[in-house]
């Protein structure tokens, strides 16, 4: 399986302000997707990081409040825009590969508190 | 993405003893099928995946796929105090069948505890 980095791997910020989180893979993989695991909570897909074009969001994710790039198969980031301690979460990139079975695997996650 | 739905728990079962781990989803044409482990503080990792109807073994885990009643379960015997933790269901969407998409949508999880 890829091997996935991310970071920070935690901050802490004051509400009004953004923070960008970046995801590197040790290899090019086709899909990477970003995820959000408020506490207690599973985990919500915020969307889908697609290289080279605008990245495809989930219902009640948008564009100005969690701007992803991809400019790579090998790298993404996230920023949360404008937060408010309802963002505090766990933000976790995934990545797939090629093939239509092959599996999601996780990055160690951005523990993000909003004060 | 309210299309996985799993017994919050927890669960709490014996040292030896078989843990039995249920999930119901809505979409009739989810094709594929996961369980996640996700240890208190560290990130889901992957325990099984299945795509057919029946039982997939691998080790002391089964997974069990039922299309028809759109069921999928986890079974771990002789469970051990290292496999207490949050296990997740996830299913591939509707709208990504016979695409190269690949969301996953994933069940609030259950939290399993062995004692010994």
């Known amino acids: 399986s890829a091997v996935i980095s991310q970071k920070p791997s935690r901050d802490i910020c004051q509400r009004g302000t953004s923070l960008t989180i970046q995801c590197q893979v040790d290899?090019?993989?086709?899909?990477m997707f970003w995820y959000r695991q408020q506490p207690g909570q599973s985990l919500t897909l915020i969307a889908t990081a697609n290289q080279g074009s605008e990245a495809t969001y989930e219902s009640g994710f948008v564009i100005d409040k969690f701007p992803i790039s991809r400019p790579n198969l090998t790298f993404s980031t996230l920023t949360v825009s404008n937060m408010s301690p309802e963002d505090s979460s766990i933000y976790l990139c995934s990545v797939r590969g090629t093939s239509r079975q092959e599996t999601q695997y996780f990055g160690p996650g951005t523990r993000l508190l909003v004060l | 993405q309210k299309e996985v739905e799993q017994n919050s728990g927890p669960l709490s079962v014996p040292e030896g003893a078989i843990a039995s781990l249920n999930c119901t989803y809505s979409d009739r044409v989810s094709q594929s099928f996961f369980w996640y482990r996700q240890y208190s503080g560290k990130s889901p990792e992957l325990i099984m995946s299945?795509?057919?109807?029946g039982d997939k073994e691998d080790g002391r885990f089964t997974a069990q796929l039922n299309k028809a009643s759109q069921y999928v379960s986890l079974l771990i015997r002789d469970s051990q105090p290292s496999d207490s933790a949050t296990y997740l269901c996830a299913v591939t969407p509707r709208s990504d069948r016979g695409s190269t998409l690949g969301r996953l949508y994933f069940g609030r999880g259950t939290q399993l505890t062995v004692w010994p």
């Open positions: 299945i795509y057919s109807n």
């Open positions: 290899s090019q993989v086709t899909m």
